[in-house]
């Protein structure tokens, strides 16, 4: 047993025969588009503000800093407006990854997926047709909305749909269209760009991706989980069904099902009251862990922050967005990775690994930004010098993309109980939203004072949550969700927290 988790057989939970059906992979590749609409929004937010006529509409003052050739290149972007304008929709997202824990219970993963499509598509539209900061951060906050929905109920969804052997490869479909959404975003800022009214394109083109999950997601049946707790069970037995395929036990998945259902109606406690017991505790830890963990990789500053980045040490503008281009292709090749490993490797295999090369690249940036701009940050960076940093950061995305990436959404919807699983995955998600925000706050705040050095503060990270993963993270690869109590009994430390006797998942 390896000291920080215990691998289970598959055995030792509930088989239920459930093979990859056309059904379940279409049905899981829609939910997953759920993802395209944070990637857009993360690829679409830092490539418009190097953009010319975006920054003299909204933010002049850049432009008159970056004029002035005494600025260092560190300080460039150092404005409170500008990260407001990127980080309001991180509150956004917080309030209603929290809203969204109740709208699922209640209405189902279905309904909080599409109301999440319908509100980020009243976003794009505002921020396409901005005249003013008010009119963009408005905006903004209607996409939080549309993104705090989403992340919280797809991935849900998605470890609900996926039969247990594959849940990992399925569920990290999430994290793949956020790929794909981030290197659309980046092509697209590439392509306006040198238009006077190209960044009203980039903006209001989100209602494409909205479009494309809300239409996608009124084809698909809501989950058979969610069904059975809202005591829809014809509907659930048809759900399973068609997911499952006919070599499926569907009768006995479905009996487990309505099991948990009925534990859950019985206890009928408050979820967010619940999930603070004690016995839930290694649960709570890891939900709130696994995303404030994933921020402090830096993973999503530097995302949102790329093209910024990369004009700051010596790219020029077009440069810049063809870096931050091949930053998003690197990592949406490398959550490829993480799809055909994950079920074979485990989550703690890739996560320590991922942990590992994040950290020696954030050690190697700090040093080459620290020797060739200077501990002031005014020594012009040569463009040989900027290439290694876009090869470093492309090391970096990748190690993250196989990783810390698909395993923060992964990991915690697949932990919890059905009667506090909407709510595990709420208080994930707004913990991811939250620690988003301050990040990307303070980033640029951060880059401007502690200029090289912001690097070796998000290595000191990876290397604590590389411990973390190594002493404190059970593996739950091929587990069944209503069996995933057996990893926490059986771990060095958690067993402690945990009911000995068997409570239906």
Same mark, same amino acid.
């Given at each position: 047993?390896?000291?920080?988790?215990? $691998?289970?057989?598959?055995?030792?939970?509930?088989?239920?025969?459930?093979?990859? $059906?056309?059904?379940? *992979?279409?049905? +899981?590749?829609?939910?997953?588009?759920?993802?395209?609409?944070?990637?857009?929004?993360?690829?679409?937010?830092?490539?418009?503000? $190097?953009?010319?006529?975006?920054?003299?509409?909204?933010?002049?003052?850049?432009?008159?800093? @970056? @004029?002035?050739?005494?600025?260092?290149?560190?300080?460039?972007?150092?404005?409170?407006?500008?990260?407001?304008?990127?980080?309001?929709?991180?509150?956004?997202?917080?309030? !209603?990854?929290?809203?969204?824990?109740?709208?699922?219970?209640? #209405?189902?993963?279905? %309904?909080?997926?599409?109301?999440?499509?319908?509100?980020?598509?009243?976003?794009?539209?505002?921020?396409?047709?901005?005249?003013?900061?008010?009119?963009?951060?408005?905006?903004? /906050?209607?996409?939080?909305?549309?993104?705090?929905?989403?992340? &919280?109920?797809?991935?849900?969804?998605?470890?609900?749909?996926?039969?247990?052997?594959?849940?990992?490869?399925?569920?990290?479909?999430?994290?793949?269209?956020?790929? /794909?959404?981030?290197?659309?975003?980046? +092509?697209?800022?590439?392509?306006?760009?040198?238009?006077?009214?190209?960044?009203?394109?980039?903006?209001?083109?989100?209602?494409?991706?909205?479009?494309?999950?809300?239409?996608?997601?009124?084809?698909?049946?809501?989950?058979?989980?969610?069904? *059975?707790?809202?005591?829809?069970?014809?509907?659930?037995?048809?759900?399973?069904?068609?997911?499952?395929?006919?070599?499926?036990?569907?009768?006995?998945?479905?009996?487990?099902?309505?099991? !948990?259902?009925?534990? !859950?109606?019985?206890?009928?406690?408050?979820?967010?009251?619940?999930?603070?017991?004690? &016995?839930?505790?290694?649960?709570?830890?890891?939900?709130?862990?696994?995303?404030? #963990?994933?921020?402090?990789?830096?993973?999503?500053?530097?995302?949102?922050?790329?093209?910024?980045?990369?004009?700051?040490?010596? %790219?020029?503008?077009?440069?810049?967005?063809?870096?931050?281009?091949?930053?998003?292709?690197?990592?949406?090749?490398?959550?490829?990775?993480?799809?055909?490993?994950?079920?074979?490797?485990?989550?703690? %295999?890739?996560?320590?690994?991922?942990?590992?090369?994040? %950290?020696? +690249?954030? /050690? !190697?940036?700090?040093?080459?930004?620290?020797?060739?701009?200077?501990?002031?940050?005014?020594?012009?960076?040569?463009?040989?010098?900027?290439?290694?940093?876009?090869?470093?950061? +492309?090391?970096?995305?990748?190690?993250?993309?196989?990783?810390?990436?698909?395993?923060?959404?992964?990991?915690?919807?697949?932990?919890?109980?059905?009667?506090?699983?909407?709510?595990?995955?709420?208080?994930?998600?707004?913990?991811? #939203?939250?620690?988003? #925000?301050?990040?990307?706050?303070?980033?640029?705040?951060?880059?401007?004072?502690?200029?090289?050095?912001?690097?070796?503060?998000?290595?000191?990270?990876?290397?604590?949550?590389?411990?973390?993963?190594?002493?404190?993270?059970?593996?739950?690869?091929?587990?069944?969700?209503?069996?995933?109590?057996?990893?926490?009994?059986?771990?060095?430390?958690?067993?402690?927290?945990?009911?000995?006797?068997?409570?239906?998942?």
């Amino acid at each position: 047993m390896a000291i920080g988790g215990f $691998t289970v057989n598959g055995k030792d939970g509930a088989d239920y025969g459930g093979r990859i $059906t056309a059904a379940v *992979v279409i049905t +899981c590749i829609v939910a997953a588009s759920g993802g395209l609409i944070f990637g857009y929004d993360i690829g679409i937010s830092g490539g418009v503000t $190097t953009m010319e006529p975006f920054l003299q509409k909204f933010f002049p003052s850049i432009l008159r800093k @970056a @004029a002035d050739v005494k600025t260092n290149v560190y300080c460039v972007y150092d404005s409170q407006v500008l990260t407001a304008f990127t980080s309001s929709l991180y509150i956004a997202g917080l309030v !209603a990854s929290l809203v969204a824990s109740r709208l699922t219970a209640t #209405f189902g993963r279905k %309904f909080t997926m599409l109301l999440g499509g319908c509100t980020f598509f009243v976003g794009a539209a505002i921020n396409g047709g901005a005249q003013n900061i008010a009119m963009l951060i408005l905006g903004r /906050i209607f996409l939080g909305f549309g993104v705090g929905f989403t992340n &919280q109920a797809t991935p849900v969804y998605l470890a609900e749909v996926a039969p247990a052997k594959w849940r990992g490869a399925f569920n990290t479909g999430f994290q793949f269209f956020l790929g /794909i959404g981030v290197v659309s975003a980046n +092509c697209i800022n590439y392509g306006t760009a040198k238009l006077r009214w190209g960044w009203r394109l980039s903006l209001g083109l989100a209602v494409v991706p909205a479009l494309i999950m809300t239409l996608g997601v009124l084809m698909i049946s809501d989950s058979p989980s969610s069904l *059975v707790d809202r005591g829809k069970l014809d509907q659930a037995r048809k759900a399973l069904a068609k997911v499952r395929g006919g070599e499926s036990d569907v009768d006995a998945e479905l009996a487990e099902l309505i099991k !948990a259902s009925q534990v !859950a109606r019985a206890v009928a406690e408050e979820p967010f009251v619940t999930i603070f017991e004690k &016995q839930y505790r290694p649960h709570l830890v890891t939900a709130i862990l696994i995303p404030f #963990f994933q921020q402090v990789t830096g993973i999503n500053v530097i995302a949102f922050y790329a093209p910024v980045l990369f004009q700051s040490v010596g %790219f020029g503008g077009s440069s810049a967005l063809v870096g931050a281009i091949i930053l998003g292709l690197v990592n949406l090749g490398s959550i490829l990775v993480s799809t055909f490993a994950v079920d074979r490797f485990g989550r703690r %295999f890739l996560f320590l690994e991922g942990g590992l090369q994040m %950290f020696i +690249c954030q /050690i !190697a940036l700090a040093v080459l930004l620290g020797v060739t701009a200077g501990v002031t940050g005014e020594k012009h960076v040569s463009k040989g010098h900027a290439a290694v940093v876009l090869v470093l950061m +492309c090391i970096y995305a990748a190690g993250f993309g196989w990783s810390w990436g698909p395993l923060s959404f992964l990991v915690p919807s697949e932990i919890f109980p059905l009667k506090i699983r909407a709510t595990g995955m709420s208080i994930n998600v707004a913990v991811n #939203f939250g620690a988003t #925000f301050v990040l990307s706050q303070t980033f640029l705040t951060m880059l401007c004072h502690f200029k090289f050095g912001a690097f070796l503060f998000y290595a000191g990270w990876i290397a604590i949550m590389t411990m973390y993963i190594a002493l404190f993270m059970p593996e739950t690869k091929g587990i069944p969700l209503d069996s995933m109590d057996v990893v926490w009994k059986q771990h060095w430390y958690w067993h402690r927290f945990m009911k000995q006797e068997q409570e239906p998942y």
